[in-house]
């Protein structure tokens, strides 16, 4: 499985595309303002891309969805929490001073346990409220592999040696301390992390060095 992610100013939010080497059937996840750069990068290898998924509706995070689904065409996936956050994207963006396009309506509603298969790509779904109400980090296997997936995509519920803010509206400290504890820490020491902003970690790092989360805080 490949996994390349890009960022651009002024948010530095990593926007992702996924994809199977063996069957180029590719995911595009947090389409934001690099967008041009994922579609130019899975044209070039030539990637069938089947889905947009999104770890939350936060502006930042969806400012490239419309672009992608014009490009792709394919369906949209968002957890019904965050989905106030992004039917209302240009108004938010407007008070921070930017202009935002509305997004396309979400196609399919994610749930906690949701199996999500894109040929021999296989997405699970774990809801991890606390950065906004409707945040998922998303566990990516093989389609029918057995272990856990080597790589979670968090978008910004947990940071390498940070955490997701939690003053905006929707926002709950306690709870997302219990999404990174509960749900995160809950994967196996090896489990590669890719946050929505900054570097990607592991669940070791995090455990053993994150001042917020790390065990014995
Ligand atoms: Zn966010
Ligand atoms: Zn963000």
């Known amino acids: 499985m490949d996994i390349e992610s890009r960022a651009v100013a002024p948010f530095f939010k990593n926007g992702f595309l996924v994809s199977s080497p063996a069957t180029r059937a590719a995911i595009v996840i947090d389409p934001g303002d690099e967008v041009d750069e994922l579609i130019e990068l899975a044209e070039g290898k030539r990637l069938d891309v089947k889905a947009i998924l999104l770890t939350h509706g936060h502006v930042d995070h969806v400012t490239g969805v419309t672009a992608a689904r014009e490009r792709w065409g394919v369906p949209i996936y968002l957890h019904p929490a965050d989905r106030p956050l992004y039917d209302n994207a240009p108004a938010i963006g407007r008070m921070f001073g930017l202009e935002v396009d509305a997004p396309p309506p979400a196609d399919h509603a994610l749930a906690d346990g949701d199996i999500l298969v894109f040929g021999d790509l296989e997405v699970r779904i774990h809801h991890t409220p606390g950065h906004c109400p409707g945040g998922v980090c998303l566990e990516l296997r093989g389609a029918g592999e057995q272990e856990p997936g080597a790589d979670l995509i968090v978008g910004d519920t947990l940071f390498a040696g940070s955490i997701g803010r939690t003053d905006l509206p929707g926002g709950d400290t306690a709870m997302l301390l219990d999404s990174i504890r ?36």
């Open 182 to 217: 509960r749900v995160l820490f809950a994967f196996p020491a090896a489990t590669r992390v890719h946050p929505g902003h900054g570097p990607s970690t592991t669940i070791a790092e995090e455990r053993a060095t994150n001042p917020f989360v790390a065990d014995g805080v």
